[in-house]
T-cell receptor, first 112, second 114 residues
Framework: KQEVTQIPAALSVPEGENLVLNCSFTDSAIYNLQWFRQDPGKGLTSLLLIQSSQREQTSGRLNASLDKSSGRSTLYIAASQPGDSATYLCADYNNAGNMLTFGGGTRLMVKP | NAGVMQNPRHLVRRRGQEARLRCSPMKGHSHVYWYRQLPEEGLKFMVYLQKENIIDESGMPKERFSAEFPKEGPSILRIQQVVRGDSAAYFC????????????FGPGTRLTVT
């Protein structure tokens, strides 16, 4: 059974800092991996999808990497802003591509 | 192209009543997924449907919960005889039939059982 773990569970940083969020998964036979953002009381916003054949994806100040052999993914946020404050979730697709297993999330607070 | 739509956004039910949650997938998407987020817990997969077929319901509670995705109309998640433990946010996602099958999420329905 796939398990996804995110460390740290919570993180508080001053504005402007670069930061890394970590995600690990137990079964390397994943299909794809996706990073989401969730604001309090809201739905999920997709940030980046990394296909199993890829090693990283970039969008603006965000960069996500995937290392299947070690069972890890990281989300790098450059020059953090208060508007980045949210919970960040990673989730991997099972090898059929039809079920997401979510980590518990990292709650990020960026202080002005 | 409208995103995934869910209604109602908030639903209050008394114990023992039925709850019906609706999900309209994105245009062109034929795969629908339901997830549940219990208070202070992570999102958990419940069920995966295609038109008129349940493909994987391994995450659905065995009793009181059912889901459908009819040929016409939205997907419905139905909870019979709700209990306080059913209070949660229920999210629907949809994906196209082609790879990489990326799932797009709706805003969720927040169910409160009193």
């Amino acid at each position: 059974k796939q398990e996804v773990t995110q460390i740290p569970a919570a993180l508080s940083v001053p504005e402007g800092e670069n930061l890394v969020l970590n995600c690990s998964f137990t079964d390397s036979a994943i299909y794809n991996l996706q990073w989401f953002r969730q604001d309090p009381g809201k739905g999920l916003t997709s940030l980046l999808l990394i296909q199993s054949s890829q090693r990283e994806q970039t969008s603006g100040r965000l960069n996500a990497s995937l290392d299947k052999s070690s069972g890890r993914s990281t989300l790098y946020i450059a020059a953090s802003q208060p508007g980045d404050s949210a919970t960040y979730l990673c989730a991997d697709y099972n090898n059929a591509g039809n079920m997401l297993t979510f980590g518990g999330g990292t709650r990020l607070m960026v202080k002005p | 192209n409208a995103g995934v739509m869910q209604n109602p956004r908030h639903l209050v039910r008394r114990r023992g009543q039925e709850a019906r949650l609706r999900c309209s997938p994105m245009k062109g998407h034929s795969h629908v997924y339901w997830y549940r987020q219990l208070p202070e817990e992570g999102l958990k997969f419940m069920v995966y449907l295609q038109k008129e077929n349940i493909i994987d319901e391994s995450g659905m509670p065995k009793e009181r919960f059912s889901a459908e995705f009819p040929k016409e109309g939205p997907s419905i998640l139905r909870i019979q005889q709700v209990v306080r433990g059913d209070s949660a946010a229920y999210f629907c996602a949809s994906s196209p039939r082609v790879e990489p099958y990326e799932q797009y999420f709706g805003p969720g329905t927040r169910l409160t059982v009193t």
